[in-house]
DNA sequence: GACTTTTCTATCCACGTGGATAGTAATTAT
DNA sequence: ATAATTACTATCCACGTGGATAGAAAAGTC
């Protein structure tokens, strides 16, 4: 048919999710243009403009979220769970995530709730996470390793606001060790959770 | 000596409380004269800007909330701080919450760290209310009615983290129950922590 | 090689932004 | 009253933004 684009989709996507990633919505589209490779031309006829290509950025965030990052119910206990927190803030993550934070956690500060397709991911990225997190915390249930002493409908809640709040101490640090404690905390706490 | 301001200090600080507070600092200077009655140019000789102007308001937001709303050691034992935090998505606060969050919280998202100004004031916020906090946790493990499996250390890092977590949620809200439904989950934390 | 289709390059545009400035009006000290 | 001081009005400005558009260039089809 005709020529082919300099820059494929995933390479750009790619790209993107790093731009994006480390500065929000507000990366202009002229800096796009820069690590993405694509043009503004491209970005307006193959995307639908600058929203529309941020919208599969945040897709391919989520697929690998879900797919890479998120504690998986098949091999992750309580114990592994508190585990799975402590790492968020360990050593070896923290100064990327310290950096630019979480993608979808960004996007419920960029954007508000106006936005139709924003939130519908930022919904799914709500939703994949409590899922996983209520299986781990069914299974403890059933196992008798959950303390009786919380539901897990409330532990699962508690646990979604920690990872969020987590999040934002990861944003407003000042001091690199303050995320790394906080994320020991919620590890104690789930500790505290395992009945013996 | 010469003229009086049309507006005076505290009312227009008032009005870009609340201006602030429903916009964040993306509220453009336009209307912030509108809704303050300053002039831009008041704003620039009296305030040395926006961003002075938004420091300023965030200050007489930040006294607000320690004197009104933060939990109070003196009157508050664990089973008050569990009610509190029930209370911040309460019937008759949730709509205010609902819609605009708090604004300290809020400035975290806007504001990246490169801000000192806006550093001071956040980490104001967040020690203010670990203080309290822990606090309230201290005095709950000297009497005893602090449940042994958690530290108030641990404790006082996971609540500061819940706060926070809690306003990501009410921002990211689709339904309006589900703030309140969280409040109550950590809620129940809390209370799952009171010795008997 | 001619035609078609799609991308690329290079501008151009309207808009909103925070801020600057010059002239005018109001208020107070003398 | 007059002078001094301050705030107000009304523009003006440079800048960055996302997007639009016209023409050139490249890659297919025939």
């Known amino acids: 048919m005709a020529r082919k684009r300099k820059a494929d989709h995933d390479t750009a996507i790619a790209a993107a999710l790093d731009l994006f990633w480390s500065q929000g919505y507000d990366a202009s589209t002229r800096e796009i243009e820069e690590k993405t490779g694509l043009t503004r031309f491209t ?34 206990d309580l114990a592994g769970l508190a585990d799975w927190f402590e790492s968020v803030a360990a050593p070896d993550r923290i100064p990327l995530i310290d950096q630019r934070g979480c993608l979808a956690f960004n996007s419920i500060a960029d954007f508000d709730r106006g936005n139709a397709e924003i939130n519908k991911r930022v919904q799914r990225y709500l939703r994949m996470f409590e899922e996983r997190v209520r299986a781990i915390l069914d299974q403890a249930a059933s196992n008798g390793t ?12 508690v646990l979604v606001d920690l990872l969020l709040g987590l999040h934002v101490t990861i944003k407003a640090r000042v001091d690199d060790d303050v995320a790394r404690q906080h994320a020991k905390s919620i590890a104690a706490l789930v500790r505290s959770w395992v009945h013996t």
Chains 1, 2 share one sequence.
């Open 146 to 157: 959950l303390t009786p002493t919380l539901s897990p409908n409330d532990a699962s809640r």
């Open 43 to 76: 970005l307006q006829t193959a995307y639908g403009g600058k929203e529309g290509f941020f919208l599969d950025t945040l897709d391919a965030y989520l697929d690998r979220a879900e797919q890479l990052h998120f504690p998986d119910p098949e091999t992750c």
